[in-house]
Nanobody
């Protein structure tokens, strides 16, 4: 059974940086396209960055040039380097497969990690 544990969030000033990490277990990690999603209060969860098993990346327009997604298949880790953070980046960040893992009829999500960008 899949398990995803996100970490690395926190409070940072505008223009600052954070690096998020995700530890995955219980699945064949290296074959999946993985992504970082975020959900701000009152908003739907959105995909901000994705990376294939072979390392090809794709980014949402709002984070392009500021965020970098990477992965370590041997250790089943996913990362998101976030630079030049803006207040509108404030959200709970989640890692998941793209599309998300499912358990039964529902999408599976970890607990996420809170990122707050504020002065």
């Amino acid at each position: 059974q899949v398990q995803l544990v996100e970490s690395g969030g926190g409070l940072v000033q505008p223009g600052g940086s954070l690096r998020l990490s995700c530890a995955a277990s219980g699945s064949i990690f290296e074959v999946y396209t993985m992504g970082w999603y975020r959900q701000a209060p009152g908003s739907q969860r959105e995909l901000v960055a994705a990376i294939t098993g072979g390392g090809s990346t794709n980014y949402g327009d709002s984070v392009k040039g500021r965020f970098t997604i990477s992965r370590d298949n041997a250790n089943k880790r996913l990362y998101l380097q976030m630079n030049n953070l803006k207040p509108e980046d404030t959200a709970v960040y989640y890692c998941n497969r793209h599309p998300p893992f499912r358990i039964g009829t529902a999408d599976y999500w970890g607990q996420g990690t809170q990122v707050t960008v504020s002065s």
